[in-house]
């Protein structure tokens, strides 16, 4: 099984200034099919999780380009340029180029 | 919009069954595969398994493996979880959500389960 590893557990950020999250896998994501299997969700309070990033670096529907992901092979990381009070939830990798799994998960708060 | 709704909360005794529904809206259902992921208090995201809507294959995660079946019914667009023999740590927040080959992209709202003596 492949393990995600994500740093650091928690952040507290000031509004306005960047945030990054760093996401690892134990094995490589990258598919023979040339597509890298790598997400990131934000489960806000309360709420399911929602979909960012899909594919290392796309953002999904309705995502403010604030957020960016990156990365390739096993190291990843998502990045938000300047970070709002409504970015507050818990961050998840997740991969799915073998049967899905999840990182830990980051809790971001605001300082 | 893409909407998935579930059914709600459940309290059951140990050893007991239950079974969630996941209604799906807004898109062809037979077009797209079904996760299910649930989430214990207080922790991470766990998956337990995926159906396709189109053939109704199955892969579940292998500790639920022999307790968990994921079945749909096209005619009304609606996906099920049925997990038995249920002890106290299945207690959870139960999601349905939406793949597309591999990309989990809209989720229900959640079901609480609750396993209790």
């Known amino acids: 099984d492949i393990v995600m590893t994500q740093t650091p557990l928690s952040l507290s950020v000031t509004p306005g200034q960047p945030a990054s999250i760093s996401c690892k896998s134990s094995?490589?994501?990258?598919?023979?099919?040339?597509?890298?299997?790598l997400y990131w969700y934000l489960q806000k309070p309360g709420q399911p999780p929602q979909l960012l990033i899909y594919e290392v670096s796309n953002r999904f529907s309705g995502v403010p380009d604030r957020f960016s992901g990156s990365g390739s092979g096993t190291d990843f990381t998502l990045k938000i340029s300047r970070v709002e009070a409504e970015d507050v939830g818990v961050y998840y990798c997740?991969?799915?180029?073998?049967?899905?799994?999840f990182g830990p998960g980051t809790k971001v708060d605001i300082k | 919009q893409v909407q998935l709704v579930q059914s709600g909360a459940e309290v059951k005794k140990p050893g007991a069954s239950v079974k969630v529904s996941c209604k799906a809206s807004?898109?062809?259902?037979?077009?797209?595969?079904i996760s299910w992921v649930r989430q214990a208090p207080g922790q991470g995201l766990e998956w337990m398994g995926w159906i396709s809507a189109y053939n109704g294959n199955t892969n579940y995660a292998q500790k639920l493996q022999g307790r968990v079946t994921m079945t749909t019914d096209t005619s009304t667009s609606t996906a099920y979880m049925e997990l038995r023999s249920l002890r106290s740590d299945d207690t959870a927040v139960y999601y349905c959500a939406r793949v597309r080959r591999r990309a989990i992209d809209y989720w229900g709202q959640g079901t609480l389960v609750t396993v209790s003596s």
């Open positions: 807004g898109y062809t259902f037979t077009s797209y595969g």
């Open positions: 997740m991969q799915s180029i073998q049967l899905p799994g």
């Open positions: 094995q490589s994501l990258l598919h023979s099919d040339g597509k890298t299997y």
